[in-house]
């Protein structure tokens, strides 16, 4: 067991960028054996902080202290060997390595000569990714994983070293229920040895299954740190946007619109199998399941991107053959996929100029583009999903990864589509704008959109549906009126009971 208090502590940190002061003095500390949890809204700072912590940014001001040990830490190496390992928000692997390589970068073990061990790197990192009871092998590129696997692989890094604080940044967004437990699994075992945790996470539920004190930040300054079992959802809310949430739901509708969209016995290979259903302007339709139930397939499908083996698509009255992504967004579709980062941003480019990028064909008046145009979408999405960004110049690269997110449903909504589909809307979201993301879905029904929406979170599918379609394995097992489901006969229709 670690003797020291703290595992690891900061003392006034700042840390400004051009235009954004990030962190405001800012003090913290994780003891031993602990789970800390780190919350605040999108670009609140929390990423920022644990960059510093992990040797990537320097602080313009303020102290590190590993285990009590006054630390200057020059680069994540470094920060590594003195024992703070820091799981990364967005995944920073290389992808043309195998995973063991990955597993080991900067530190590949070397016989005599300086030549790879390739033997006791394999050996080492089977090792590992069995405590991680992962299915794939060490060889295995990691171009050829699943995001999730790839967030295993970030996970897998830091058992390489005996670690005094791991931490994890937002480590479960794109993880299935089983690997989110295999991973608290592997947080306990930490735990039991005495390494310190912080743990950052917008989903409410997680942090208050495993942490043992939360402390919040708020635009770049330390608001307090609580203890878990002294607290609940609604104090951390307020300490973190300044109010209690509104739940109420927003933009009620009650009569809808002609059919906008209706499928008829789709089915795409065994990923979903005789799927029908339609949707209305002025409606949310919500899909229900759990992941790798069929749902993102079917809005995958329906945009172009997985050929139909069987079915029949109309959109408004004419039937349609959607056969790519362009050809799509022409009819009126639009889909904000679930991996928003990896199919939908520049990071290189402006803020405005990604929100703006599909809908440069609408702007152009002869060869030029309306530059006055383009800010003023940008603005209006700015506004509308709280986009946290000094102007619409900044690189999308520089902004915190909920606010990156934002980006990308801006994008999409700019367009104006008559049929939304947004997968798992608020991944990633702050609880606050998560409520005004809900409340943005139910106002775009209002305005007559027909939109659908893929959540594996039941309260945001309870929330934001007039009408639930539920899935298992590839098939609709029930649809639901949003005055008869409940939570129960949600789940059974998703586990196959019902
Ligand atoms: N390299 C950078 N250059 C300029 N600004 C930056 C840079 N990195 C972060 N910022 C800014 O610092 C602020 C804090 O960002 P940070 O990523 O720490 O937020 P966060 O709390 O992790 O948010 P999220 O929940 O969205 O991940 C944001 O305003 C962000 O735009
Ligand atoms: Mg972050």
Same mark, same amino acid.
């Given at each position: ?15 400004? @960028? ?94 005599? @000569? ?38 295993? %692989? ?11 604080? %791991? ?6 967004? =794109? ?79 009650? =009569?809808?619109?002609? %059919? ?39 809005? *995958? ?154 959540? =594996?979170?039941?309260? *945001? ?25 409940? *939570? ?11």
């Amino acid at each position: 067991m670690n003797a020291f208090d703290t595992a690891l502590r900061v003392q006034g940190i700042v840390k400004t @960028f051009p235009a954004v002061r990030a962190l405001d003095d800012v003090s913290f500390d994780v003891r031993p054996g602990e789970v800390h949890a780190l919350l605040g809204e999108n670009g609140a700072g929390k990423s920022t902080l644990m960059k510093v912590l992990a040797g990537m940014h320097r602080p313009d001001q303020g102290r590190i202290f590993i285990s009590e040990e006054p630390a200057i830490l020059h680069s994540p190496l470094e920060a590594k060997r003195l024992g703070v390992v820091l799981i990364h928000q967005e995944l920073s692997l290389a992808e043309q390595m195998s995973v063991a390589e990955n597993i080991f970068l900067g530190e590949l073990p070397r016989k005599n @000569f300086g030549m790879v061990d390739w033997k006791k790197l394999y050996a080492d990192a089977e090792a590992i990714l069995q405590r991680l009871n992962c299915d794939f092998g060490p060889q295995t590129r990691v171009e050829d994983l699943s995001i999730a696997k790839k967030q295993m %692989v970030e996970i897998a890094r830091a058992l390489t070293v005996e670690a005094k604080a %791991v931490i994890f940044d937002e480590p479960t967004a =794109s993880l299935t229920d089983q690997e989110k437990e295999v991973l608290f699994d592997v947080i306990r075992d930490l735990q039991a040895q005495g390494v310190g945790i912080v743990y950052i996470s917008h989903r409410m539920e997680e942090i208050f299954r495993i942490s043992n004190r939360i402390s919040v930040l708020r635009d770049g300054t330390y608001r307090g740190t609580l203890e878990t079992v002294d607290t609940n959802e609604d104090e951390v809310t307020r300490l973190m946007i300044g109010r209690s949430l509104d739940t109420s739901r927003g933009g009620k509708v009650v =009569s809808t619109g002609p %059919v906008v969209l209706k499928v008829e016995n789709l089915s795409c290979g065994d990923l979903f199998e005789n799927v029908s259903f339609s949707v209305q302007a002025g409606e949310v339709l919500g899909f229900y399941g759990l992941v790798g139930a069929g749902r993102t397939a079917i809005a *995958e499908a329906l945009f172009g991107l997985r050929r139909l083996s069987q079915g029949k698509v109309v959109l408004n009255g004419q039937e349609i053959t959607i056969t790519s992504p362009r050809h799509a967004v022409e009819q009126g579709l639009a889909l904000v996929p679930e991996s928003r980062k990896e199919q939908g941003l520049v990071l290189g480019m402006s803020c405005r100029d990604n929100m703006t990028l599909p809908q440069i064909g609408n702007l152009t008046t002869g060869p030029f583009v309306s530059n006055g145009g383009e800010i003023a979408i940008f603005d209006r999405y700015r506004d509308l999903l709280s986009i946290k960004t000094p102007g619409w110049r900044q690189l999308v690269g520089n902004l915190s990864g909920g606010n990156q997110q934002k980006i990308v449903i801006g994008k999409w909504l700019a367009m104006r589509p008559k049929v939304l589909i947004v997968d798992e809307p608020t991944r990633g979201i702050d609880v606050g704008s998560k409520a005004e993301i809900h409340n943005l879905l139910r106002e775009l029904a209002a305005d007559g959109y027909a939109v659908i929406v893929i959540s =594996s979170e039941m309260p *945001e599918i309870l929330s934001v549906s007039d009408r639930i379609i539920a899935m298992y394995r590839g098939e609709i097992t029930r649809e639901f009126t949003a005055d008869e489901v409940t *939570e129960d006969n949600l789940v059974q229709a998703i586990s196959g009971l019902s």
